[in-house]
């Protein structure tokens, strides 16, 4: 079956709509939680890089089935970008590499920490792997900073990784910090992406360290703080897939199905637009035909 063919679409992306879901990316979740439980027993939870939106969707559908006594559960979004309101959902617009962001966010769990911090942050992608997976590491970083701010003891993080020559670098990293971590990837990521999740359970501070915002880790200025916790921290991570693997295949285009009564697909549009897109004065031009050529 061709990508190019007109009677195709993508499986997720068009399940995603149907499902009421803002992006496919929901999926991806879904999938780390039915491979590890992370929802298990969570009340306080932050969503770092939120927008648009479909991770706290995720969240407040899985653990608020029941809007009426799920009071005690709260929900924290955080992103530079507005995001369109999503019900049981407290949005921060703030920059995570900011201490009083995480302030912001300590403020609305009157005090408390959090019992799990998720991440789908990544960069505009440049298609240059090395740049991509670099850049994706110091934004990894860079919620790794301020989730050691909001983490309480026993907690778990998840976040986005591109798997490249810096993953052992990474993974010795947070094993500083978590007992467990693991790298997943979901049925829904295309197998031919180097996108990938990294899963970190157990958190717990190390002895005498201080949570700092200090960016990026990787850099030889902060490498001596790691070395003063435990030298050489080297591992290897170990890489899962997670989901079910003989479903969907995210690099394939399938067949639209129809029942003979309904006739013609017709394409729902998407769940929430952008409120506000960066490329939005691109678009207006182009409607105008007053895009350079």
């Known amino acids: 079956m061709g990508r190019s063919s007109k009677d195709k679409r993508d499986i997720y992306y068009r399940l995603a709509k149907e499902e009421g879901w803002r992006a496919r990316s929901a999926f991806k979740l879904l999938q780390i939680n039915e491979e590890f439980n992370i929802f298990k027993g969570v009340k306080k939870v932050?969503?770092?890089?939120?927008?648009?939106?479909?991770?706290?969707?995720?969240?407040?559908?899985?653990?608020?089935?029941?809007?009426?006594?799920?009071?005690?559960?709260?929900?924290?979004?955080?992103?530079?970008?507005?995001?369109a309101p999503i019900d049981g959902v407290i949005q921060i617009q703030g920059d995570i590499t900011q201490i009083s962001t995480?302030?912001?966010?300590?403020?609305?769990?009157?005090?408390q920490k959090s019992d799990l911090v998720v991440c789908d942050g990544a960069p505009d992608v440049t298609g240059l792997h090395d740049i991509?997976?670099?850049?994706?590491?110091?934004?990894?970083?860079a919620a790794l900073n301020i989730t050691t701010h909001l983490l309480?003891?026993?907690?778990?993080?998840?976040?986005?990784?591109?798997?490249?020559?810096?993953?052992?670098?990474?993974?010795?990293?947070?094993?500083i910090f978590f007992q467990s971590v693991t790298i997943a990837k979901p049925r829904s990521s295309r197998n031919s992406s180097i996108e990938s999740f990294v899963v970190c359970e157990?958190?717990?501070?190390?002895?005498?360290?201080?949570?700092h915002m200090f960016n990026p880790l990787l850099h030889d200025a902060?490498?001596?703080?790691?070395?003063?916790?435990?030298?050489?921290?080297?591992?290897i991570v170990p890489f899962i897939a997670c989901g079910d693997l003989s479903g969907f295949d995210s690099d394939m285009t399938?067949?639209?199905?129809?029942?003979?009564?309904?006739?013609?697909?017709?394409?729902?549009?998407?769940?929430?637009?952008?409120?506000?897109?960066?490329?939005?004065?691109?678009?207006?031009?182009?409607?105008?035909?007053?895009?350079?050529?």
């Not at 559960?73 to 507005?82: G, N, P, S, T």
């Not at 991509?132 to 970083?141: A, F, I, P, R, W």
């Not at 309480?152 to 094993?175: C, E, H, M, P, Y």
């Not at 902060?222 to 591992?235: I, Q, S, V």
């Open 202 to 211: 157990k958190f717990k501070l190390p002895p005498m360290y201080t949570p």
């Open 132 to 141: 991509d997976e670099y850049v994706q590491g110091q934004l990894l970083l």
């Open 102 to 111: 995480a302030e912001k966010i300590i403020e609305q769990f009157d005090g």
């Open 152 to 175: 309480k003891d026993g907690a778990t993080f998840v976040a986005k990784i591109f798997r490249g020559r810096d993953v052992t670098t990474l993974g010795s990293q947070l094993k």
């Open 254 to 293: 399938y067949s639209i199905q129809t029942r003979p009564d309904e006739g013609t697909y017709i394409s729902k549009e998407p769940t929430q637009a952008p409120i506000n897109p960066p490329y939005q004065e691109a678009c207006d031009r182009k409607k105008r035909d007053q895009l350079i050529k």
């Open 222 to 235: 902060a490498a001596l703080e790691l070395e003063k916790l435990e030298g050489n921290n080297r591992c």
């Open 46 to 83: 932050v969503d770092l890089c939120a927008a648009p939106g479909s991770w706290s969707q995720v969240l407040s559908r899985q653990l608020r089935p029941n809007k009426e006594s799920d009071s005690d559960i709260k929900i924290v979004a955080v992103d530079l970008q507005a995001m």
